[in-house]
Each structure stands twice: as structure tokens, then as C-alpha cells.
Nanobody, 122 residues
Framework: QVQLVESGGRLVQAGGSLRISCAAS????????SGWFRQAPGKEREFVAA????????KYADFVKGRFTISRDNAKNTVYLQMNSLKPEDTAVYYC???????????????WGQGTQVTVSS
């Protein structure tokens, strides 16, 4: 069973950058595709980015392309989300997820973390 713990969320000014992390426990995390989702107040959870187990393929939501980068370090059992040019509308709780397939039409992971709050001030 894989468990996921996010960290690094904080208050940042618009235009700034932030990297959030997801540390995983479990022997087989490096064999799972992983991703990030977010949920803003009053809105449904939405897909942000995903990465293959090998790090060899990625997928992004259109609204973060060119601004966010997902990466992973399997030796550290950690997935990262580097966020640049942050906007107030990026304010949300960001959730790490694992499982499923990046190359599915809709990425549907089966394991979730508790989330980390990212707040972007204008």
C-alpha cells in the first residue's frame, strides 16, 4: 500500500514560483504513474499534471502548460510540482496521487494524499 504526503504549500505572490513535493512510502511507488490534482474553494477537484513511473512521459492540463513542471526522483520516492508564474486563480489545495495510467484518456489514480494549501496573492 502506497501512502502519499504532500509538503511545501504556502502563501506566494502572483508571478512568483513554488515547488511542492509528494513523499511516498511503499516499496513499489517507483512503478506507479503519479500526478497532481487541485481543488479550489467551491470547485471540483481538477487534473493538473501527471508523470509516468519512469519519468519518461508527462501530461499537463492546458491551463498550466508552460508554467508548471512535474518531475520525480524514484530514488527518493518523491514527486515534485514546480510552479512558475503563479496566478491568484492557482490558489487551491494541491493533491498528490498515484496509480492509474498517464496515457489513459482520463487519468484516474487510485491513491491520494491529504493535500497541501497553495495560496497566491494578487
Amino acid at each position: 500500500q502506497v501512502q502519499l504526503v504532500e509538503s511545501g504549500g504556502r502563501l506566494v505572490q502572483a508571478g512568483g514560483s513554488l515547488r511542492i513535493s509528494c513523499a511516498a512510502s511503499g516499496r513499489f511507488f517507483s512503478s506507479y504513474d503519479s500526478g497532481w490534482f487541485r481543488q479550489a474553494p467551491g470547485k471540483e477537484r481538477e487534473f493538473v499534471a501527471a508523470i509516468m513511473w519512469s519519468g519518461g512521459g508527462t501530461k499537463y492540463a492546458d491551463f498550466v502548460k508552460g508554467r508548471f513542471t512535474i518531475s520525480r526522483d524514484n530514488a527518493k520516492n518523491t514527486v515534485y510540482l514546480q510552479m512558475n508564474s503563479l496566478k491568484p486563480e492557482d490558489t487551491a489545495v494541491y493533491y498528490c496521487a498515484a496509480g492509474g495510467s498517464v496515457y489513459s484518456i482520463t487519468y484516474r489514480p487510485n491513491t491520494w494524499g491529504q493535500g497541501t494549501q497553495v495560496t497566491v496573492s494578487s
